[in-house]
Structures are given as structure tokens and as C-alpha cells.
């Protein structure tokens, strides 16, 4: 466990990435990698918010990752509805309360209900928020709030940060503290551009189906070696 003096990251995000490249090195099919994938992402929030988080948030699927083979996305779709009524479980026996960010919209099928029951349910529990990008980019996000300001007739003299953050997908939530990614990647690839302007970051080389519990203390080791500035200093 952290120790008691350690800085604790009230927010932490995360990218999660290395899948087909997990399984591909294992001679396994790319779904395999997906689902051991999958299984990583429902113990993270018990790890987090253990050692005193009280908001993760995780990038599962992107605007960009429709360009991938149809089976590929029709395999992710399924597993995603599958995590979706699995967190919807989870999420109540634990207490947490489940954002979900993205065009939903677009999604197929009866899987934006599914996100939008999982929200409602989860909406008054308060162990913890965890906070799923699905279908989302950071650019995609951006370009919708201007559509809903534009649409709500707001004037140009009224727009200033505090009302582009009003209407991003979950602009109440707190900037992440730190983000995080896996597979050695050292890119945000469109993820929480907005609201990464001053957060630290971190690039751990495993692929994300090897993220592990400890993991979690090696993120809170690295956070509490920052000095956070804010551009005053």
C-alpha cells in the first residue's frame, strides 16, 4: 500500500494501449488480447480508489478506432456492451459511480441505452467515479461544445474557459492530475485534450494487459516526484 504521507492523485487517467500488440507477440488472435484487456480494466478501480483516488478515467475506444477491420470493431463492440451491463453490476456492489464521455450517439445497436442505464443507475453512488471515454477524441469533444454553444445562441463576448468547460461531454469532473499510457507509446492521441493542458505525464512501457496492482504504487511513486506548475512559477 501507498504510504500515508504520499501525495495522492485525486484524478488519474488513463490510455489504455499494447492489446493486439500483447496478443500478436503471443501468437494469439488480436481478440484475446482484447479480452485479457478487459479483464485488467474491472480490477483498476478498486486499485485506485484503495489508495485513495476518487476519479479514474480511461480511454477504451476512439473516434479514430472505426478505421480498424470491421471484425475487429464488431468483436470490440460486443465486448464493450458486455463490460457495460458487467460494470453496471459491479459499479452498484461497489459504491462507484460511472461517467460515460463520447459520442454515444453514434454507437450501435442498443449500446447507448446500455451506457446511458449504466450512468443512471450509478449516478447517486459515491465510492468513486469512474469515468469511461467511449467513442470519444478530444478534438470530437471540442468541436461538439462549440456545436452546443452555437446551437444555445450563446454570444461571442459570453465564451471564456469556465463556458467551453461547461459544455464538454463531463466538464464538472477535475482535471486529471496525472495520465498515464501504456505500451510505450509517448502520445495522447486525442485524449482529454482540453483538460490535460497542465496534467503530469507518464509513459509505462508494458502493454496494458500486463498492468498490474502494483502498477497503481509505481503511478503515485511518479506523481509524487513531480513539481506541478501551472505557469506562474
Request: aromatic content about 10%; proline content about 3%; charged content about 30%.
Amino acid at each position: 500500500m501507498v504510504e500515508k504521507n504520499k501525495k495522492i492523485p485525486k484524478h488519474v487517467a488513463l490510455i489504455l494501449d499494447g492489446n493486439r500488440r500483447w496478443a500478436r507477440e503471443r501468437n494469439l488472435p488480436t481478440v484475446e488480447g482484447h479480452l485479457k484487456g478487459k479483464e485488467i480494466l474491472q480490477k483498476v478501480t478498486d486499485w485506485f480508489f484503495a489508495r485513495g483516488v476518487e476519479i479514474v478515467s480511461v480511454f477504451v475506444f476512439s473516434v479514430e478506432n472505426w478505421n480498424r477491420s470491421a471484425e475487429e470493431v464488431n468483436y470490440l463492440m460486443k465486448l464493450l456492451k458486455n463490460a457495460i451491463l458487467e460494470e453496471k453490476e459491479i459499479a452498484q456492489e461497489r459504491n462507484y459511480k460511472v461517467l460515460i464521455s463520447g459520442r454515444l450517439n453514434e454507437l450501435p445497436g442498443d449500446l447507448p441505452d446500455a451506457c446511458l442505464d449504466l450512468i443512471n443507475t450509478t449516478k447517486n453512488n459515491n465510492g468513486g467515479i469512474f469515468h469511461i471515454c467511449l467513442n470519444y477524441g478530444g478534438r470530437a469533444e471540442i468541436v461538439d461544445a462549440v456545436k452546443k454553444m452555437l446551437k444555445n445562441n450563446i454570444n461571442p463576448d459570453q465564451v471564456h474557459e469556465g463556458m467551453v468547460r461547461k459544455y464538454l461531454y463531463n466538464g464538472e469532473l477535475e482535471y486529471p492530475d496525472i495520465i498515464v499510457r501504456t505500451s510505450g507509446e509517448q502520445r495522447l492521441s486525442g485524449f482529454l485534450l482540453w483538460q490535460a493542458a497542465y496534467s503530469e505525464l507518464f509513459f509505462l512501457k508494458k502493454y496494458w494487459p500486463d498492468f498490474e496492482e502494483s502498477d497503481v504504487e509505481r503511478i503515485i511513486e511518479e506523481y509524487n516526484q513531480r513539481q506541478r506548475r501551472f505557469g506562474g512559477d
